[in-house]
């Protein structure tokens, strides 16, 4: 298996009390309960746990995008990814992902991208998404053009990169006299992109398709729809007429480590739930704007909602029933993500193994245990 | 006396549409929310008119083509329709979004209306004055802020949609955001053509509106050359359905029907 160590950056110092009294952790959530000085040192001490992440052997470091929350302090993932470039000289550094639909000019994106590129001599990999509900409200962009954004800054995007410039590119949302990128990616024909998704039929299709062959991650889901996902990539792939490679295939899941069940559950249950609870939950209205899915899918996920019932704060016992997340022993952590390997022949895992409050010492203690007890007996 | 639901088709595009009462004709453009229930305004307004409620593309059960993708569009899909309803000129009556539509459909051309009656109409910006976010608002805080009396809210709350209920408004929901979210509820480029209205215009708004606040009638006033401006007191931004008596007797008197 291939081993990426992601992190989201939380605001860990958040007044969860005062966090409570807005309706979310995003968007509205006044940014007076930002302080800088404890917020720079998040920042160090977060860039210190990815690079301490190469040397513990991990293959890619990664960090991605959210805008206007205490959930994770990189509107500007590039500019971490930057900084990475000259802490690390191995790992590859995956940005997973800027979301496309959120800029005016893509080709923005692109030159970025080339530059990271050619900085690292080629230890990027790049990711495109959507950029989860939240963000439309956070930018005013009109979900409802989300999907077709994508499409085409995509298109875009890959074409900088690999086309002869400068040409022109005319689309419905963006339209360019001159493309021409300078500097052009260091990778050829340009650097891997890897699509995280929380798994809709349209993405995995588009992904999957021979001309593209995407890297598939599905993020904080639990077990059963990781496994149903990653397998509709490779039906998908089949109809196709190609067989998927593991390389395609991977899941995003935090996951905690020490050296007894009892222990690991313990020291994960704050971090743990105050991801779930007080980071990441947002109102409906918030996290699926109109448009952002499609009608027909929106009307499904509405009538599945309706019948779970009141929204409640999720249990770390919860967490980890649904398999959302993997907490306990060494023994524990390798049977139960090398279950969802051998159920999915999924070869990337991306591990989140600083989440939410989650402090400093725990976080180093976490990854060393997991490097030296679960990494190798995975590697296969 | 029930409307008639009739489909109505225009070039390639099917509306649903619904019709009640025999005299001059009245075009009705309904707001984000879609068509609303057919309250005593309706009535009221069809004691003396031909009143017609089109359903606009994409909204409920009427045809969502690709090509509707700004409220421009829609204006000239209406001027369309108005061309082809067989009557020389028409009173048109916008609410909210509808009242946006009326106003480019008639900054573009005015040959087919009478009159126009713009209730809190979306479509220009004062900065410094927002239009409320019903997009981040709950069910509930939306429905409360439709309405100053709260004892109307209090009666929507207390109805529990049904399953076809709750997909038409999601649909409603999804071509309201389509249209109005950004940016949001205006075009930048309305107000400096609402000169172009020629027709006497009257501009119906709620004191107490919270999701269009009324400081903007003043503005659509100054902008329409042959406009009244009527602010309703106690009122929020369903006029219709919070004053529905006052709002048709209001909306009769200026068109020149008996109340």
Known sequence: MRFTFFHLMPYRPLDMTERHKHRAGWVVLPNALYDPKNG??????????LAYAEQLGFDVIAVNEHHQTAYGLMPAPNLIASALIQRTSKAKLAIVGRALPLV?????????????????????????????????????????????RFQEAHDLIVAAWTKPGPFPFEGEHYNLRYVNLWPRPYQQPHPPIWIPSMGSSETIKWAASPE????????????????????????????????????????????YVADTDGRAKEEARAGMESLFNDFLA???????????????SMKNTMRMRKSLGARKRHSLEEL????????????TVRDELSRLRDATG???????LQFGVLDDVHTKRNMEMFAAEVMPHLRG | MAPREHKHKVRDLTVRLWREGTGAPLVYLHGAAGV?????????????????VPEHPGFGMSDNPAWIRNVGDVAMYYLDVLDGLGADRVHLVGHSLGGWIAAELAVRNCARLASLTLIAPAGIRIKGVLSGDNFIWSPEELTRNLFHDQAFAEKMLAHTPSEEEADLALTNRFMAAKLGWEPRWFNPALERWLHRISVPTLVLWGADDKIMPSQYAELWGARVPRATVDVIPACGHLPFIEKGDATADKILRFVGGKS
């Not at chain 1, 720079?40 to 746990?49: G, K, R, V």
């Open chain 1, 40 to 49: 720079a040192d998040e920042y160090h001490s977060y860039i210190d746990q």
């Open chain 1, 282 to 296: 947002v109102p409906w209205e918030m996290l699926m704007p109109p448009g952002y899915t499609s009608l027909s």
């Open chain 2, 36 to 52: 609303p229930p057919w309250v005593p305004f309706f009535t009221q307004l069809a004691g003396t008119h031909e009143v017609l």
């Open chain 1, 104 to 148: 005016n000019n893509p080709v923005n994106i692109a030159e970025e991208f080339a530059m990271l590129d050619n900085l690292s001599r080629g230890r990027i990999i790049t990711g495109f998404v959507r950029g989860i509900g939240n963000e439309y409200h956070a930018t005013g962009i009109n979900p409802s053009f989300s999907h077709e």
């Open chain 1, 320 to 331: 980890m029933e649904s398999g959302t997340v993997v907490v306990g022993s060494p023994q």
């Open chain 1, 346 to 352: 999924a070869n990337n895992l991306v591990t989140m």
């Open chain 1, 212 to 255: 593209r062959k995407y890297t598939f991650l599905v993020t904080f889901s639990g077990r059963d729809l990781v496994a149903r996902y990653l397998n509709l990539y490779r039906q998908q792939a089949q109809e196709f007429g190609y067989e998927a490679s593991g390389d395609q295939l991977g899941w995003a899941s935090p996951v």
